[in-house]
């Protein structure tokens, strides 16, 4: 009986053990997976992404400007009240952009007027206040006060948190591209301009300026695409002064700048205004594109009185990254017409102020006749120029 029992308590004993390692076995096996199909797999879709940039004309410095914008008091400038009027059209923008053509070489060497501008730093500092991020500073007045004042009005916009591209005060800035995540977009600024005015750009800092050359053009941008911009701005300083349509050249080089994937291209230098246009573009491998392109954009501030030269606009571009493709759209391009106010009151009072032509124009209409009926009829006709020359709003 002990035997018996001893020998089916063996028995219970090998058969657990067997039954562990079986059920372990069964546990351990991989189960075949379930094959998912690629229809089945589906990503959220990205959100559209749309940024607005705005875009002015040329910030010039003349003499009656900085001696309307003295402060006797505190041995200062303060240019704030020229742009109270506008600084809305900035408040809610992504970017904003503009040109410098004037230079900030320092108030130990004497403010100066044309041909050779020399302005206080305050300009920059309003101009900053005002919502500006980036300014082109490769104009055919960059050499005014020589390669040193290059340098301190580089020196000035850094102090005041404006970037800028165009001119450079050593050769490994030169070979940077200026690049910025505009809600989560990476554009490239590039800047170019004709020339400058005659005064040769000092032997051994070639680099310091970038003039229009389509070699080193096409190199600049094939940088900017390999560093992964997805946007390309170009602003060029070209064209004839004064002239109202664009040369053979502009449209020539635009082609060119939009062949080789350039998006954006902002024109400057010739004082007065010039057509835009939204096109299709081509490129080499068969896609197409949006493109944009505004001739000119005159004078954002001057102290000019020439025809036509007090008249700018401000540009409201607006761009879209599509989610579903990543393809990038221009949405709309809408101006607000401009004027340079400048008239001697007698009273000791600020003269000049950029103007929303239109928003004064209604005012004067519905019974705010502070502007007088001589300078309501200029604005109308200047209101009339300007709609003929930029076209409609895209």
């Known amino acids: 009986m002990k035997k018996f029992l001893l020998f089916l308590l063996i028995v219970l004993i090998i058969g657990g053990v067997g039954y562990y390692f079986w059920t372990k076995k069964d546990n351990n096996e991989e189960k075949p997976r379930t094959e998912v199909s690629k229809e089945e797999i589906k990503e959220e879709p990205k959100e559209d992404i749309t940024l607005n940039m705005t875009v002015t004309g040329d910030v010039l410095c003349h003499n009656t400007q900085y001696f309307d914008a003295y402060e006797a008091s505190g041995d200062t400038y303060d240019f704030s009240y020229v742009f109270e009027n506008i600084k809305k059209y900035f408040d809610n923008s992504d970017i904003a952009i503009g040109t410098i053509e004037t230079s900030f070489a320092g108030k130990e060497i004497g403010y100066s007027n044309y041909p050779t501008f020399n302005s206080p730093a305050e300009l920059a500092r309003d101009l900053k206040e005002l919502g500006y991020d980036v300014m082109a500073t490769a ?122 994937g350039v998006d954006l291209i902002l024109g400057s230098h010739t004082h007065c205004l010039e057509p835009m246009e939204k096109r299709t573009v081509t490129l080499e491998d068969g896609t197409t594109k949006d493109g944009f392109v505004v001739y000119s954009l005159g004078n954002f501030m001057s102290g000019q009185n020439a025809d036509y030269t007090r008249q700018s606009v401000i540009l409201d571009i607006q761009i879209t990254k599509h989610g579903e493709d990543g393809k990038f759209s221009i949405d709309s391009v809408k101006y607000t017409p401009i004027y340079m106010y400048n008239i001697y009151n007698g009273k000791g009072l600020k003269r000049f102020k950029v103007m929303d032509i239109e928003e004064e124009i209604s005012k004067y209409e519905n019974g705010d006749t502070s502007i007088g009926q001589s300078l309501y009829n200029t604005l109308k006709s200047e209101l009339e120029h300007v709609k003929k020359v930029m076209g409609e709003e895209i």
């Open 139 to 260: 104009s055919n007045h960059c050499l005014d006060k020589g390669y040193n004042g290059l340098v301190k009005t580089l020196e000035t916009l850094d102090n005041v948190g404006i970037e800028h591209m165009g001119t450079y005060s050593s050769e490994e800035a030169s070979k940077e591209i200026l690049t910025k995540e505009v809600k989560g977009i990476k554009m490239a600024f590039l800047n170019y301009t004709y020339g400058t005015n005659g005064i040769p750009i000092p032997t051994g800092k070639e680099y310091s300026v970038n003039l229009i050359d389509k070699e080193k053009i096409k190199s600049d941008i094939e940088k900017a695409k390999n560093e992964g911009s997805e946007l390309i701005c170009v602003n060029m300083h070209w064209g004839e002064e004064y002239r109202q349509t664009p040369t053979k050249e502009q449209e020539e080089l635009a082609d060119f700048l939009f062949e080789n």
